[in-house]
């Protein structure tokens, strides 16, 4: 990945991609301290390529440095320019985007009172998050047996570098265990949300997902529920069981990666007929419009990098 052609946005200067190192004693790499985005760009039929969601994903990061205490160097103009300017510079038609908020090499101490606050945004392309037959048919998917973070363990509005330990064990877990994606639970054992994915659950026409406690605030997960309301789908934010999902007539995950995911099957048990669901396959194809251009509703969702 550090070894490629292109350019990385750099504490306000783009550099040469293999260039974009920092020193081994860098903070963040040691406590994990740090916030990140992951955005997406595609390329529409109307407005050629444009940034989904692009002001959502700024507000985001912004509010994840604001919680965890990190000044940032930059205003959001800058970082939404500087996301639009490495999509563009780096010539690419579709792309996934990482803009980073880290704390520099100047220091050490957990008290982290004189180091630097540093932002990289990097660009590349990545097509599908798991493979299209994924998206068509559904994945299997494993409780894991990680809680999800506690809201006074960790900071769940956050979307900070740290977290994602957790999100890596529970994935890993579910890998070996011959399913594509974990579901993680909250520490009162409800279901919160996927290693990087929002879930939710379909069951007599209406639609349930976790409320916001222990989950992070998807800007999919937003878009879904603009979408239901266009399409008079009724929606509750409720605490779900397992079992709930187990006989749930659908299930699908959202996220930036994993866009609308259905999942045919949670711990060994199918859900549904097994396959994606009528619900789930008409919000995948409004979602895939969406990003697409393919739509009228809501042309702010998509910002222009040329
Ligand atoms: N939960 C977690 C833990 C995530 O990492 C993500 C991906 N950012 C999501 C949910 C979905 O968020 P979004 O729809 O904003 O990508």
Same mark, same amino acid.
């Given at each position: 990945?550090a070894?490629r052609d292109g350019?990385i946005?750099?504490d306000?200067?783009?550099i040469?991609?293999?260039?974009a190192?920092?020193?081994?004693?860098?903070?963040?790499?040691?406590?994990?301290?740090?916030v990140?985005?992951?955005?997406r760009a595609?390329?529409?039929?109307?407005r050629g390529?444009c940034?989904?969601?692009?002001?959502?994903?700024?507000?985001r990061l912004?509010?994840?440095?604001h919680?965890?205490?990190?000044p940032?160097?930059?205003?959001k103009a800058?970082?939404n320019?500087?996301?639009k300017?490495?999509v563009?510079?780096?010539d690419?038609e579709?792309?996934?985007?990482?803009p980073?908020v880290f704390y520099?090499?100047?220091?050490m101490?957990l008290?982290?009172d004189?180091?630097?606050?540093?932002v990289i945004?990097?660009a590349?392309d990545?097509?599908?998050?798991?493979?299209?037959e994924?998206r068509d048919l559904?994945?299997?998917v494993?409780?894991s047996?990680?809680?999800?973070?506690?809201?006074?363990i960790?900071m769940?509005?956050?979307k900070?570098?740290?977290?994602?330990?957790?999100?890596?064990?529970?994935l890993?877990?579910?890998?070996?265990?011959g399913c594509e994606?974990a579901?993680?639970l909250?520490n009162?054992?409800?279901?919160a &949300?996927g290693? !990087?994915?929002? @879930?939710?659950?379909?069951?007599?026409g209406?639609?349930? %997902?976790p409320e916001? *406690?222990?989950?992070?605030?998807g800007?999919?997960?937003?878009t879904?529920?603009?979408?239901?309301?266009e399409?008079?789908?009724?929606l509750h934010?409720?605490?779900?069981?397992?079992?709930?999902?187990?006989?749930?007539d659908?299930?699908?995950?959202?996220?930036?990666?994993?866009?609308?995911?259905p999942?045919r &099957?949670?711990? !060994?048990r199918? @859900?549904?007929?097994g396959?994606?669901?009528p619900?789930t %396959?008409?919000?995948? *194809?409004?979602?895939?419009d969406?990003?697409?251009?393919?739509r009228?509703?809501y042309p702010?969702?998509?910002?222009?990098?040329?």
């Open positions: 990945m070894d350019l946005w750099f306000g200067e783009m040469p991609w293999r260039d190192k920092v020193h081994v004693l860098t903070h963040t790499l040691h406590y994990g301290m740090g990140f985005e992951g955005v595609y390329n529409t039929e109307s390529t940034i989904f969601r692009l002001q959502e994903h700024t507000d912004f509010r994840s440095a919680i965890m205490n990190m940032m160097p930059f205003d800058a970082i320019e500087a996301q300017q490495v563009k510079d780096n690419l579709e792309a996934y985007l990482r980073m520099g090499s100047e220091g101490g008290r982290a004189n180091l630097r606050t540093h945004v990097a590349w990545w097509p599908s998050y798991m493979s299209p994924a559904g994945i299997k494993r409780c047996s990680y809680t999800r973070h506690h809201v006074n960790s769940c509005k956050a900070a570098n740290g977290h994602y330990i957790n999100s890596m064990l529970a890993r877990e579910a890998l070996d265990s994606e579901l993680l909250d009162e054992g409800y279901v &949300e290693s !990087g994915e929002n @879930i939710f659950i379909v069951r007599d209406k639609l349930f %997902t916001l *406690t222990s989950c992070l605030d800007i999919t997960r937003g879904i529920f603009a979408f239901c309301q399409m008079g789908l009724e934010e409720k605490r779900i069981t397992r079992d709930e999902v187990y006989v749930a659908e299930a699908f995950f959202t996220g930036t990666a994993a866009e609308v995911l999942i &099957e949670l711990d !060994g199918t @859900i549904g007929a396959e994606r669901g619900i %396959t008409e919000l995948q *194809t409004r979602y895939f969406q990003v697409k251009g393919r009228e509703q702010e969702w998509l910002t222009p990098v040329r």
